[in-house]
């Protein structure tokens, strides 16, 4: 194999400080286009750069590890060589959009556009004039999600310009809410392991002699680091795992591809002590109708006039733990990029973005096994927004 890229090592920057997300020249969203771009699609820009390394390159195949953090990888260096060495050589940082949590990245990948152009923009979200609540992870088709989520996908694009496009995800997937707002416009395929998952994406990027696009997706790592943590025996486990399917899948590249290998987001520890309850505080409850996002990104739809109270009384109990904005003043940041009208009220009237290794867990009204979770994601910190882009060459 041969390998390009700056070969950048880790920023210099606290993995517990603010980081903006760099939408249009150095973030998720941005790395669909430049695979386009690389394979010919008129028209599109590349944002990355990755055009002129990987000039001659007619197969591409992108990769998505969940929860592989850029600063999660010298934490897995010793499980994990082969990553450890493309990091080295031909990794580079790049940024999520916000907030840095699966549903919301999936969709950012796959569209190319920052979360507030789409609108998945958490976990779970507030449907705009009810009070239910949508979890993104097991939407099947209420909201439809060609309304919920109507930007075309990159995908569709790719297909719409005589490349063969291939989704390979776990089976279970397949047809999800989630999957159709994502990934629309290409074959799925479903995988239920490495093996597969190896097998699966290098046959369909084999497959023909026109130009190809693969996009795989590999969850385990996320998931050990939310059950046991990162850097626990089960994670180190995955890491592991993750390192074989790298191997792998370079090993298997051929000579006219590429590997593109990215992540959704990092992971980071929450202690025992750094955890609020708002159901369980009558003070952090008061005021607040429905509950959504996630235990570090907070949103909360308030009764009428109560904005101001509920500000007041977060940032209160919260002090240094949490950032507490309205709405307007959380949009301003520029977290979500540009809100059109139609998705402005998916967001909180309330947003509350955790600091350091804080969280506000929901022990009521989220599914139990959240307030177990040893780690989670979703805030702005370096650690969690922080994700890797290796480019690898056949």
């Known amino acids: 194999m041969t390998v390009t890229g700056p070969g950048v090592g880790p920023p210099a920057v606290d993995p517990l400080a603010p980081v903006a997300p760099r939408y249009g020249g150095g973030s998720l969203a941005d790395v669909l286009p430049s695979a386009l771009a690389v394979l010919g699609v008129p028209g599109v820009a590349d944002p990355l750069g990755l055009a002129a ?19 999660q990888i010298p934490t897995a260096a010793p499980h994990a060589p082969t990553l450890a060495g ?6 580079r940082p790049l ?54 989520q109507p930007v075309p996908t990159r995908l569709e694009q790719a297909r719409a310009a005589g490349i063969a496009v291939t989704v390979v995800s776990r089976p279970e997937f397949g047809g999800s809410g989630l999957t159709v707002a994502a990934n629309r416009g290409g074959d799925y395929r479903g995988a239920a392991g490495v093996d597969a998952l190896v097998t699966t994406m290098l046959t369909a990027l084999s497959a023909g002699d026109g130009p190809t696009l693969v996009s795989g997706y590999h969850p385990d790592l996320d998931r050990h680091g939310h059950l046991s943590g990162v850097d626990s025996a089960p994670w180190r486990a995955a890491a592991t795992e993750v390192d074989a399917l790298l191997t792998r899948l370079v090993d298997g590249l051929p000579p006219d591809a590429a590997l593109l290998v990215t992540a959704d987001h990092g992971q980071l520890d929450v202690p025992a002590g750094h955890r609020f309850d708002l159901d369980t505080d009558p003070r952090l409850r008061a005021g607040v109708r429905v509950v959504a996002g996630e235990p570090r990104v907070r949103y909360l739809h308030v009764a009428p006039g109560a904005d101001g109270d509920v500000v007041a009384a977060w940032s209160a109990v919260l002090g240094d733990a949490a950032r507490v904005l309205t709405r307007a003043e959380a949009v301003a940041t520029g977290w979500f990029g540009p809100v059109p009208e139609e998705h402005l009220r998916r967001v909180g009237d309330v947003v509350v973005v955790c600091n350091d290794t804080y969280a506000v867990l929901a022990s009521r009204s989220e599914p139990p096994v959240v307030s177990r979770l040893v780690a989670f994601h979703g805030a702005d910190t370096a650690a969690e927004m922080t994700i890797p ?6």
Do not use: K, Q
């Open 53 to 71: 390394d990987l000039a001659g390159v007619r197969r591409v195949a992108v990769l998505l590890v969940d929860g592989l953090g850029w600063y």
């Open 95 to 148: 940024t999520s959009g916000f907030p840095s949590t699966t549903p919301t990245s999936l969709v950012t990948l796959g569209t190319g556009v920052p979360p507030g152009t789409h609108g998945v923009l958490g976990f779970t979200l507030r449907v705009p004039g009810t009070d239910r609540v949508v979890n993104h992870i097991e939407w099947a088709a209420d909201p439809e999600p060609l309304r919920w």
């Open 389 to 394: 882009l290796l480019v690898v060459r056949g």
């Open 86 to 91: 493309l990091a080295a050589t031909v990794g």
